[in-house]
């Protein structure tokens, strides 16, 4: 497999004295990129240097001239790795916050969403006894998720997907009378 941009080196040593090789790299569309038959001062073939156009799997083709056989040996290398495409986070922070909560203290945070995004909320207590509750409202004000203790910790974990474009609010408090500092991330989940 080749990305478009690539340039690679090819040979072939021939291990048989009548063996008369020929070396092409073909495309995934199966037109000939680069041929040889003998490198220069060599009677074996050698593609100095061959670039890819396009993504995909390419051949090296091995064929014996004068319909000669026998063993070989084809050794390949990169030349230019051409840069592949980065595929797209997985989550990307709509949000990030930190604070602290005091006792019966509820802090409310703001972002905008898009009628079917999914979102991922976490919310860690970093110091204190802290609880940390979350609830998300939607923009018409009604909770759509809420989370408390996930993962075998006090810290709420949780996903949704919004129901309408507009303003969500993240609603933080303590359990009880629990307060501490925290740190608050809502993610969009990005599908690969």
Request: glycine share 12%.
């Given at each position: 497999y080749l990305?478009?941009?690539?340039v690679i080196t090819a040979g072939v040593t021939s291990?048989?004295?009548?063996?008369?090789?020929?070396?092409?790299?073909?495309?995934?569309?199966g037109t000939q990129i680069a041929f040889s038959d003998d490198a220069p001062n060599s009677p074996d073939p050698l593609i100095g240097s061959a670039a890819a156009a396009v993504s995909g799997v390419h051949l090296l083709h091995?064929?014996?001239?004068?319909?000669?056989?026998?063993?070989?040996?084809?050794l390949w290398r990169y030349l230019i790795a051409a840069p592949t495409p980065t595929l797209p986070p997985s989550a990307a922070p709509i949000l990030r916050t930190d604070g602290d909560l005091a006792a019966g203290e509820t802090r409310t945070y703001v972002f905008q969403g898009m009628a079917g995004q999914q979102v991922r909320i976490y919310v860690e207590a970093t110091s204190g006894g802290l609880d940390p509750l979350a609830v998300l409202l939607?923009?018409?004000?009604?909770?759509?998720?809420?989370?408390?203790?996930s993962d075998g910790s006090l810290n709420p974990r949780f996903e949704a997907v919004l129901p309408a474009d507009g303003t969500y609010t993240l609603q933080l408090r303590g359990y009880g009378a629990t307060a501490g500092t925290f740190d608050a991330v809502v993610e969009l989940l990005v599908a690969q």
């Open positions: 990305n478009a941009g690539d291990s048989t004295r009548d063996f008369d090789a020929a070396l092409a790299l073909v495309a995934p569309d091995v064929t014996g001239e004068d319909a000669s056989a026998g063993a070989y040996t084809l939607a923009p018409d004000g009604t909770a759509i998720a809420q989370g408390d203790d």
